[in-house]
């Protein structure tokens, strides 16, 4: 059955495993299974969420360190479940990855805080356009004003690893949030794309005039087209990675029979 409605992360996923895409998007297999850096990024992401919106609902203009920490804390302590696992050849355990959330948070407030000043306008906030047919959704982490006809997608990284500019114009993501922010405010003359890494405590941004994007949206779909040859031909493969490792379909998969190099958090 053809899929109508896409996002980067569907895409995404199809590009790095075909035979993964099916699992989710196709056979509806859901796992609750998730990665402990997945679970960090989740809790540090609704940490951030939570102060913005405080200064958009209610005006808030002052938090204490001590007050965003205990609220990181709370989501951790809620949202926790055991099928959070790590590979197993990372010794890190459950509290230094809260530690690390910490200490992302504290940074953050050491650069931004107490006030929080900037001049954010919505925060998760859910987009969605049309492409020539095709249904696109994304979700952006934050969205500033930068003029009064300027605006600042911002994307938060809890991951180590680090693009630079140029990688960053290649970025599908970013691509797609600019593609649904010039389709949302066509009005808007100039969009700057950033990733925030929060590890490093480091912006890197660019431009949006600075990709093609009437190249991309060609790429995009046909990219969206291959996705769909494969359904219409039930043509799904394995393509072994790194990711593999943080991937919880090993028993379904036919390029797997060994033990999955994970272990679960208590």
């Given at each position: ?35 402990i850096e997945a679970f960090l990024g989740k809790m540090v992401h609704k940490t951030l969420e939570w102060i913005y919106m405080q ?34 050849y990372i010794k890190q355990k459950k509290a230094d990855y809260f530690t690390k959330g910490t200490n992302f948070l504290v940074k ?68 797609i949030y600019a593609l649904a922010l010039v389709n949302q405010f066509p009005e808007i003359d100039n969009i700057k794309l950033s ?72």
């Amino acid at each position: 059955m053809k899929t109508r409605h896409y996002s980067y992360s569907k895409i995404n996923l199809f590009n790095c495993c075909s035979l993964k895409y099916k699992f989710i998007y196709i056979d509806k297999n859901y796992k609750i299974d998730e990665s402990i850096e997945a679970f960090l990024g989740k809790m540090v992401h609704k940490t951030l969420e939570w102060i913005y919106m405080q200064k958009l609902e209610d005006n808030k203009s002052y938090y204490s360190l001590d007050s965003i920490i205990h609220y990181f804390k709370e989501q951790w302590k809620d949202n926790w479940h055991y099928s959070i696992r790590r590979f197993k050849y990372i010794k890190q355990k459950k509290a230094d990855y809260f530690t690390k959330g910490t200490n992302f948070l504290v940074k953050y407030y050491h650069s931004f805080g107490p006030h929080f000043d900037q001049k954010v306008f919505k925060v998760e906030e859910k987009f969605e356009f049309q492409l020539d047919g095709y249904n696109i959704k994304a979700i952006i982490d934050r969205v500033d004003w930068e003029s009064d006809s300027g605006m600042h997608i911002i994307d938060y990284k809890t991951g180590k690893n680090m693009l630079d500019e140029k990688k960053l114009k290649k970025d599908m993501q970013m691509s797609i949030y600019a593609l649904a922010l010039v389709n949302q405010f066509p009005e808007i003359d100039n969009i700057k794309l950033s990733h925030y890494y929060l590890a490093m405590n480091k912006l890197v941004s660019i431009d949006s005039s600075e990709i093609d994007i009437n190249s991309f949206s060609l790429s995009l779909k046909e990219n969206i087209k291959r996705i769909e040859k494969s359904e219409h031909e039930n043509k799904f493969t394995a393509n072994e990675s790194k990711l593999c490792n943080w991937c919880y379909y090993w028993k379904e998969c036919p390029a797997k029979f060994e033990k999955h190099p994970s272990i679960y958090l208590k």
